[in-house]
């Protein structure tokens, strides 16, 4: 597609509750990323992956989070038995190749866990 | 720990003024610092700097590193009402360099 698609862009889940949330990157870009962002802060590096597989999973805030890209393409961020403190903007970045340059951001998906 | 800081946090001006913002750095092994507008949610690319004392221009913005003391500035000179933002620094470090370190961001209001 033209940019990076996130989706949902606004979901609201009862603390408890696992929630999926979906980026679809820019076609052709092997990198994806993803960051969340909390109020007034800026965004914190959570997962990258090279085509399929996790290269670096190193800032997931623990085993409640998990992500996957099956096929290189979507990716889907998973997180189980959400808390209060989970709520945020997540978002999807995809790049041509595993670097800083060529970076483009998606909307994001705004989190509440009430 | 990577550590980036901007100041200020926020700014209020009123169109036609000049702002510059300002962000410090303390990494290792430092690659290149980036700078992103952020309107709504999507954070969207403005510059990359990997050399001291280049500035990078942009039509009303402009912006320059210094490796020696770890900071950078962003200009942006007669300010627009469509230039209300938040601005992010942010610092690739590490033999990847894919992972980028954020600071909180710079909020700009320009009034009218």
């Known amino acids: 597609g033209a940019g990076v698609s996130q989706t949902p862009s606004n979901k609201v889940t009862e603390k408890g509750k696992y929630v999926e949330l979906r980026c679809d990157p820019i076609s052709g870009h092997t990198a994806l990323y993803w960051y969340r962002q909390s109020l007034g802060q800026g965004p914190e590096f959570l997962i990258y992956f090279q085509g399929t597989g996790a290269a670096d999973d190193s800032g997931l805030p623990n085993d409640r989070f998990f992500a996957v890209r099956p096929e290189g393409s979507v990716s889907t961020l998973k997180i189980q038995r959400t808390e209060r403190g989970d709520s945020a903007v997540y978002l999807c970045a995809s790049s041509p190749q595993g670097r800083n340059y060529g970076y483009t951001f998606g909307s994001g998906t705004r989190l509440t866990v009430v | 720990e990577d550590k980036v800081v901007q100041s200020p946090l926020s700014l209020v001006v009123h169109e036609g003024d000049t702002v510059t913002l300002n962000c410090s750095y303390e990494?290792?092994?430092?690659?290149?610092l980036l700078w992103y507008k952020q309107e709504k949610k999507a954070p969207t690319f403005l510059f990359m700097l990997t050399s001291s004392g280049i500035e990078k221009k942009s039509g009303r913005l402009s912006s320059i590193l210094d490796k020696k003391e770890l900071f950078s500035i962003l200009n942006i000179t007669a300010t627009q009402t469509g230039d209300s933002a938040v601005y992010l620094c942010?610092?690739?470090?590490?033999?990847?360099?894919?992972?980028?370190?954020f600071g909180k961001g710079t909020k700009l209001s320009v009034i009218p």
């Open positions: 942010a610092v690739a470090s590490g033999a990847g360099s894919y992972q980028l370190t």
């Open positions: 990494v290792t092994n430092f690659r290149s």
